[in-house]
C-alpha cells in the first residue's frame, strides 16, 4: 500500500461536520439548554469569549415559546459528506425541534462522532484503517470528543419550501457558524429535511493536518481544506405535543 494513497484517503474526512449535522459549544449544549429563534448577537459575555470563536453566532436570549415538539428520527436521518472521489456519512444521535404556527422556531441536535463511516471503499481492511484513522487523537479524538452538536439559531424562507439555515456547530469543542440551503418539508406528524450540498473549511475546527495553510512539507502530502457535506432528516411528531 502506497503511503500517498493512505493519506490521499485519511484527509478529507476530518471536514466533517458532518454532521452535521448535528449543538453549539457555549454550556447551553452540554447543559441541554436550548437555543431559540431569537436576533443574532456578535457581543459576546467574558465565558462566552474564551469558549466560543468570536466569528461564531450566539443566540442570546430565550423567548420559551410553546409548540409542538418533533424528534429525529436517528435510523432514517444522517449527515453526509463528499471529497473529490470519496463519500460517506456520519450519525446523528439524538434531536428536537420545536414548531409554533407552522413555523420551526428552535432545533437542537446531537452527532454520533464514533459512528463515522465511509461507503465507497470496498476493502474492508483499508476501510478499518481510514475509519479507525479517523476516530484517533490525530482526527477527530472521538474517545475525548465522541459528540458534535448542531444548534439551530435562526430559518429564513426563500421560497414555498425552501429556507437558508443559521447554526453553531460544535467539533472537538470548538464552534463555528454554518449556513447552508435547504428544502423543508413540514407536515402534521412529519417533518424532512434535505439540505443542499455546502462547504465547509475542516481548519475552522482546527483540523489542520496536511493543510497548505498551517503545514510546511511536501506538497504530495497536503490536501484542500474544504469538504462538501448534505444534510438528510425525518423528524416525527412527540407524543407530547407541547414543551
Same mark, same amino acid.
Given at each position: 500500500?502506497?503511503?500517498?494513497?493512505?493519506?490521499?484517503?485519511?484527509?478529507?474526512?476530518?471536514?466533517?461536520?458532518?454532521?452535521?449535522?448535528?449543538?453549539?459549544?457555549?454550556?447551553?449544549?452540554?447543559?441541554?439548554?436550548?437555543?431559540? !429563534?431569537?436576533?443574532?448577537?456578535?457581543?459576546?459575555?467574558? *465565558?462566552?469569549?474564551?469558549?466560543?470563536?468570536?466569528?461564531?453566532?450566539?443566540?442570546?436570549?430565550?423567548?420559551?415559546?410553546?409548540?409542538?415538539?418533533?424528534?429525529?428520527?436517528?435510523?432514517?436521518?444522517?449527515? *453526509?459528506?463528499?471529497?473529490?472521489?470519496?463519500?460517506?456519512?456520519?450519525?446523528?444521535?439524538?434531536?428536537?425541534?420545536? +414548531?409554533?404556527?407552522?413555523?420551526?422556531?428552535?432545533?437542537?441536535?446531537?452527532?454520533?462522532?464514533?459512528?463515522?463511516?465511509?461507503?465507497?471503499?470496498?476493502?474492508?481492511?483499508?476501510? $478499518?484503517?481510514? +475509519?479507525? /484513522?479517523?476516530?484517533?487523537?490525530?482526527?477527530?479524538?472521538?474517545? =475525548?470528543?465522541?459528540?458534535?452538536?448542531?444548534?439551530?439559531?435562526?430559518? /429564513? =424562507? /426563500?421560497? *414555498?419550501? $425552501?429556507?437558508?439555515?443559521?447554526?453553531?456547530?460544535?467539533?472537538?469543542?470548538?464552534?463555528?457558524?454554518?449556513?447552508? !440551503?435547504?428544502?423543508?418539508?413540514?407536515?402534521?406528524?412529519?417533518?424532512?429535511?434535505?439540505?443542499?450540498?455546502?462547504?465547509?473549511?475542516?481548519?475552522?475546527?482546527?483540523? /489542520?493536518?496536511?493543510?497548505?495553510?498551517?503545514?510546511?512539507? $511536501?506538497?504530495?502530502?497536503?490536501?484542500?481544506?474544504?469538504? $462538501?457535506?448534505?444534510?438528510?432528516?425525518?423528524?416525527?411528531?412527540?407524543?407530547?405535543?407541547? =414543551?
Amino acid at each position: 500500500m502506497k503511503k500517498s494513497y493512505i493519506y490521499s484517503l485519511i484527509i478529507w474526512l476530518p471536514a466533517l461536520i458532518i454532521v452535521a449535522v448535528v449543538s453549539c459549544n457555549q454550556p447551553a449544549n452540554k447543559n441541554n439548554k436550548e437555543i431559540n !429563534n431569537t436576533d443574532l448577537s456578535d457581543s459576546l459575555t467574558a *465565558n462566552e469569549e474564551e469558549n466560543i470563536h468570536l466569528d461564531s453566532i450566539i443566540s442570546i436570549t430565550n423567548n420559551n415559546t410553546q409548540g409542538d415538539v418533533y424528534e429525529v428520527n436517528c435510523k432514517e436521518s444522517s449527515i *453526509n459528506w463528499y471529497c473529490v472521489t470519496h463519500t460517506g456519512y456520519v450519525k446523528i444521535k439524538e434531536g428536537t425541534v420545536l +414548531v409554533a404556527d407552522g413555523n420551526i422556531v428552535d432545533g437542537n441536535f446531537t452527532i454520533c462522532m464514533d459512528s463515522i463511516e465511509d461507503v465507497d471503499i470496498d476493502y474492508q481492511l483499508m476501510k $478499518d484503517v481510514l +475509519v479507525n /484513522t479517523l476516530k484517533s487523537a490525530d482526527f477527530f479524538d472521538i474517545t =475525548k470528543y465522541p459528540l458534535g452538536y448542531f444548534n439551530l439559531v435562526r430559518l /429564513t =424562507k /426563500t421560497s *414555498n419550501k $425552501d429556507y437558508e439555515v443559521v447554526g453553531n456547530l460544535t467539533i472537538k469543542d470548538v464552534t463555528r457558524q454554518v449556513r447552508f !440551503n435547504s428544502n423543508i418539508q413540514i407536515n402534521d406528524s412529519l417533518i424532512l429535511v434535505e439540505s443542499d450540498r455546502f462547504q465547509i473549511n475542516r481548519t475552522k475546527w482546527g483540523l /489542520t493536518l496536511y493543510s497548505g495553510n498551517f503545514e510546511q512539507t $511536501d506538497k504530495s502530502f497536503l490536501f484542500t481544506d474544504f469538504v $462538501d457535506i448534505q444534510i438528510s432528516l425525518q423528524l416525527q411528531k412527540s407524543p407530547t405535543e407541547s =414543551k
